[in-house]
């Protein structure tokens, strides 16, 4: 298959052009606590996210819509935790709406966009993207903190360190659409951008 085109994963978190409240945002990790228990739950259970899919498309070549949107609404909503955990959002984390975080997967065509057995390597191809990320990761936490004084400060994201950590979840999810939820066999980019 040609690879040509943008990648099959969006994912953009609207920019808060407006004043940040300065007070949820100083006690933002004791206010999610809540959220992040129900996020640890469903982290818990990516075998089950992961294991019958990969079955699926091994044996029957199909990827069930169900199980797909599924998957996707998970995805979404965990998505929504850590925009609202790493200060990109002000708004508490929906269970079901959008909110202002975008995140777009298609659904495959198993039988003809999908190897039947790549899925079975997948996981060990991302291996160097896991390892890059782990330690964009780990600037994500150091920008979060510096992020976290300018809002106190200023009300504001900063826009550079705002856009440094929304593309650095749209290659986490590049990855995971690829090696995880196996939505494509497209190898994802080593990039930031959309």
């Known amino acids: 298959m040609a690879q040509t085109g943008t990648y099959p994963v969006s994912f953009t978190v609207d920019y808060p052009d407006r004043e940040l409240n300065r007070l949820t945002t100083a006690f933002r990790l004791i206010l999610a606590i809540p959220i992040l228990v129900v996020s640890a739950v469903l982290s818990n259970s990516v ?31 965990l998505t929504r935790i850590e925009t609202y955990t790493f200060l990109l959002r002000d708004e508490y984390p929906s269970t079901d709406e959008e909110q202002a975080v975008h995140l777009d997967i298609p659904y495959p065509d198993a039988k003809n966009e999908l190897n039947r057995w790549l899925p079975l390597v997948k996981w060990l191809l991302a291996i160097p993207h896991i390892i890059v990320l782990a330690v964009l990761h780990l600037a994500v936490v150091v920008v979060t903190i510096i992020a976290w004084f300018a809002i106190l400060f200023t009300g504001r994201y900063p826009r550079g360190l705002f856009d440094f950590v929304v593309g650095v979840y749209r290659w986490t999810l590049r990855v995971t659409a690829y090696a995880f939820m196996l939505t494509t066999d497209r190898y994802p980019p080593f990039s930031l951008q959309a």
């Open 47 to 77: 075998g089950v996210l992961f294991l019958p899919p990969l079955l699926l498309i091994l044996f029957r070549q199909k990827y069930p819509r169900w199980w797909f949107d599924w998957n996707l609404m998970i995805l979404r909503f």
